[in-house]
């Protein structure tokens, strides 16, 4: 398979035209085993061509690697994919260091998230409602029954034009030509097919998060405030120019939204807020534009403690550490004891050179959220930082176990081994790190420091043997499956 036609097999069926609330009933139901989809890409091709498009995400998009935010991604997205007709771990969410408003899927169960979309929500049922929105897509293989309703048009003219959509979000002038390209070969037509598969995602979403315990109206209210602002603005948002929205289509939402009001109790958790305000500092340009938008945020009568949090976050970025740990100090004197207020003081402290404080404020932390993902990197960090590295490499090793999904925390691994001198521990990391991250000739080439140079022990070469054999297995399926 061409990196063309990879490129283009990316979901993004949230893009595309919704049609009016009277079609068709539609099968709201999970594809059965041995649906006819399969014909044209089984789940596991997904899979491959999800973890190949994961790659070219990470060369040429900017990702957030906060483990503070990542962790509250992760934490958002599980939460709904306990509800959904997929395994939690059937989903990988990541976030885009973007302005631009979006969020899209790819196969394999990748959810892509624009830093922009989360800081234009002002709730995280409106958050979840995106993010449910996607995963419904993956749920109901939207992508392998839309390559299926083409019929006649080839999975390569599909893919120019799913390939020229999304890269119109990033890069306009790219994808205008790309769209232009596929869309003149007659397959226009197949896109009539995603209407359904818009309100079947509009329909399913605000089902699941219902269920999840969110808002359902979270869905209604984004898409509303996102129209309204559309209106006074000379260049609509890449998010509407790409998920086309109605009146009709909000109240139609707005409609089945009111039929899950007072079906459970909503429960939003206050990281959202938190979390936002991070965001927003850490994704400013400079460090004194960050502390420009959190000073404007807390003029907000309604910003609360969180925009306080957040301003800390900026003033620590930018290098103004007692101003940080006043804000800090005051946001913690009126507000209860969080994990994020442990890990920004640990930050804080190791701005300022002060290893053994961070350790003494993360294990302060710890004792009250023994689970929470960015207290246990900042304590990894923490202990690195004060020349404790036996403890480090432990406290490392605890974290991965527990967080499995965490690629960055595989990296953290190897440069802690490296700190303790254990070279071949180091290089292990970082090959299963290079392999999370779908770079398996990578991860190969670090298993060859430990079998052909490294010193080791035999657990260790046992190891790099073992995760070589399977590597290469996966790294020739992939093969086989590109050369088809």
């Known amino acids: 398979m061409s990196r063309l036609i990879a490129t283009g097999l990316i979901l993004v069926f949230a893009f595309t035209p919704i049609g009016p609330a009277t079609a068709a009933i539609l099968d709201l139901s999970l594809p059965e085993m041995g649906d006819p989809a399969d014909r044209v890409m089984t789940p596991s091709e997904e899979q491959r061509i999800g973890e190949r498009m994961m790659r070219e995400v990470r060369r040429e998009a900017d990702l957030v690697d906060d483990p503070a935010v990542i962790a509250y991604l992760h934490d958002l997205g599980t939460r709904l994919a306990g509800y959904s007709e997929l395994p939690a771990n059937a989903f990988r969410f990541f976030l885009i260091n973007n302005e631009r408003l979006n969020a899209f899927a790819m196969p394999g169960g990748y959810i892509g998230v624009h830093s922009g979309l989360v800081l234009a929500a002002r709730s995280e049922s409106e958050l979840a409602s995106v993010l449910a929105h ?46 232009m390209s596929g869309m003149a070969s007659g397959a226009q037509s197949q896109l009539a097919y995603s209407r359904d598969h818009e309100r079947e995602a509009d329909n399913l979403g605000l089902k699941l998060l219902s269920e999840a315990g969110f808002d359902p109206m979270g869905m209604p209210a984004f898409f509303t405030r996102l129209l309204e602002a559309s209106r006074y603005s000379a260049e609509p948002p890449p998010f509407l120019s790409t998920h086309p929205l109605t009146e009709a289509r909000i109240a139609d939402s707005r409609s089945r939204a009111e039929t899950f009001t007072g079906s459970g109790e909503v429960f939003e958790s206050p990281g959202f807020a938190l979390m936002r305000a991070r965001l927003a500092a850490l994704t400013a ?35 103004r ?13 009126n507000d209860e004891a969080r994990a994020a207020y442990y890990a920004a003081a640990a930050e804080l402290a190791l701005a300022a050179d002060r290893a053994d404080q961070a350790v003494a404020t993360v294990k302060e932390g710890l004792s009250l959220f023994p689970d929470d993902y960015a207290l246990q990197y900042r304590y990894v960090e923490a202990l690195t930082a004060a020349g404790d590295h036996q403890a480090a490499v432990h406290a490392v090793e605890r974290a991965t176990e527990t967080h499995p999904w965490s690629a960055p925390l595989l990296h953290l691994q190897a440069r802690t081994d490296d700190a303790a001198g254990d070279q071949a521990g180091a290089a292990i ?20 420091q430990v079998l052909y140079g490294a010193v080791a022990d035999g657990y260790q070469r046992s190891r790099a043997q073992a995760l070589r054999e399977r590597w290469r297995a996966e790294l020739e399926a992939q093969r086989d499956a590109e050369s088809n």
């Open 321 to 333: 550490l007692d101003d940080a740990r006043e804000a800090l100090e005051r946001v913690r004197a």
């Open 285 to 319: 340009p400079t460090g004194e534009a960050a502390v420009r938008r959190l000073a404007g945020w807390i003029e907000d009568e309604n910003a609360g403690a969180a925009a306080r949090y957040g301003l800390a976050v900026a003033l620590t970025r930018q290098g």
């Open 429 to 448: 990391a970082m090959g299963r790190f290079y392999a999370a991250r779908g770079d398996l000739r990578g991860a190969l080439r670090q298993l060859d």
């Open 134 to 179: 996607e995963m419904v897509h993956v749920s109901q293989r939207h992508l392998a029954r839309r390559v299926l309703a083409a019929k006649q048009t080839s999975v390569r003219t599909v893919a120019l034009i799913l390939a020229g959509i999304l890269l119109s979000t990033q890069a306009p002038e790219a994808g205008s030509a790309a769209a």
